[in-house]
C-alpha cells in the first residue's frame, strides 16, 4: 500500500509487515526494506492478510478478520520512522486492536484509507 505521503508497506508471503526506507524526490526507489514487529500484549496470533497506509497512520486486517491500527509509523523526512532508531524494531510496534466486533461475528477482508484519512472496509458476517 502507498500512502499520500509515498510511505510504502507490504506484507511479504511470509506474514512479515515491511516498509520501505529512503524514499524522497531523489530516491524515488528508496534504500532499504524494514521490517516492522506486531507486539499486542497477549496476542501471538497475528499474520497480517491486509493492509492499507494514510497520511499518518497504517491500518491492517489479520488472517482472524480483526482490525489493527498503527498511529504514526510512516517515513519522514530525513527518511526516519517516527517512533524508533531504524533497527530497533520493538518501538515500532505500537498496534491498537480495534475491538469492533466484541461477539467475533465480523469476519473484515479489505480495508482502504480516504483523502481525508476515512477507513473503508468489507466485511463478512459468520
Not at 1 to 11: N, T
Not at 48 to 65: E, F, H
Not at 75 to 97: C, E, F, G, I, Q
Amino acid at each position: 500500500s502507498v500512502g499520500p505521503r509515498g510511505q510504502l508497506w507490504g506484507i511479504t508471503p511470509q506474514g512479515e509487515l515491511i516498509t520501505r526506507t529512503g524514499i524522497d524526490n531523489d530516491n524515488m526507489i528508496g534504500t532499504e526494506w524494514l521490517e516492522v514487529s506486531i507486539s499486542i500484549g497477549g496476542m501471538d496470533d497475528i499474520y497480517p492478510t491486509a493492509l492499507t497506509v494514510s497520511s499518518d497512520s497504517v491500518w491492517m486486517i489479520d488472517c482472524k478478520g480483526r482490525v489493527f491500527f498503527h498511529k504514526g509509523a510512516s517515513v519522514y523526512p530525513h527518511n526516519t520512522l517516527l517512533l524508533t532508531d531504524r533497527h530497533d524494531t520493538s518501538a515500532t510496534s505500537k498496534w491498537v486492536h480495534m475491538v469492533m466486533d466484541p461477539d467475533n461475528i465480523i469476519h473484515f477482508k479489505s480495508l482502504s484509507c480516504g483523502p481525508e484519512n476515512q477507513v473503508f472496509t468489507t466485511a463478512l458476517y459468520a
